[in-house]
């Protein structure tokens, strides 16, 4: 069964300073990796996608995946407060829908 | 549409009564998703149709769930018999086609409340 693991938070950022939040998942076949915003009650919405070893940027977010290590991470550059929600992180492989993670709330402080 | 759409946005329904929830996906959008979230919780997957086949129903809770999709556009999903338990958002999601690196879209969910 496809595993991914995050850290539920609350992860505290100062207003303009970089907010750093991480993902590992278990299925070593995975092969697309997704980060998702959902601010309270509200649906997700896609932030990034990312399919290579390597560093993906867009803006201030830029998406950074591992497969050897099984690991995806998700960097915010420039924090704002409208930045503050619940960040989750996705993986597919097979032919079914995304595996999410639990999400890590994230509080940038003005 | 231009969106996912689903309806009704909110429902509240008395214990042991069934609710149908109803999804319309992107248009063009072969696969379609449902998924659960309870209040503080993530997302729970309950299950996907490619076109009008659902090659997975394990993730629906229990047989008081069922879905089904006609015609490769919209679905249903129907609680029997509702339960208190059952009170979540009912997130439905479409993609071009299932699985690979298909981007799911999300529509703006239907929020059950059961009494």
């Known amino acids: 069964q496809k595993e991914v693991e995050q850290n539920s938070g609350p992860l505290s950022v100062p207003e303009g300073a970089i907010a750093s939040l991480n993902c590992t998942y278990s299925d070593r076949v995975s092969q697309s990796f997704f980060w998702y915003r959902q601010y309270s009650g509200k649906s997700p919405e896609l932030i990034m996608s990312i399919y290579s070893n390597g560093d993906k940027e867009d803006g201030r977010f830029t998406a950074q995946l591992n497969k050897a290590s099984q690991y995806v991470s998700l960097l915010i550059r420039d924090s704002q407060p409208s930045d503050s929600a619940t960040y989750l992180c996705?993986?597919?492989?097979?032919?079914?829908?995304?595996?999410f993670g639990k999400g890590t709330h994230l509080i940038i402080q003005p | 549409g231009a969106g996912v759409s689903q309806s009704p946005s909110n429902k509240v329904t008395e214990k042991g009564k069934d609710v149908e929830l109803r999804c319309d996906p992107i248009s063009g959008h072969t696969a379609l998703y449902w998924y659960r979230q309870s209040l503080g919780q993530g997302l729970e997957f309950l299950i996907y149709?490619?076109?009008?086949?659902?090659?997975?129903k394990s993730g629906l809770p229990s047989d008081r769930f069922s879905a089904e999709r006609t015609g490769g556009s919209v679905s249903t999903l129907t609680i029997q018999r509702t339960q208190q338990e059952d009170s979540a958002v009912y997130l439905c999601a479409s993609s071009l086609v299932a699985g690979g690196g298909n981007t799911i879209y999300f529509g703006e969910g239907s929020w059950l409340t059961v009494v």
């Open positions: 996705a993986v597919t492989g097979g032919a079914d829908g995304l595996t």
């Open positions: 149709f490619q076109g009008n086949s659902a090659p997975d």
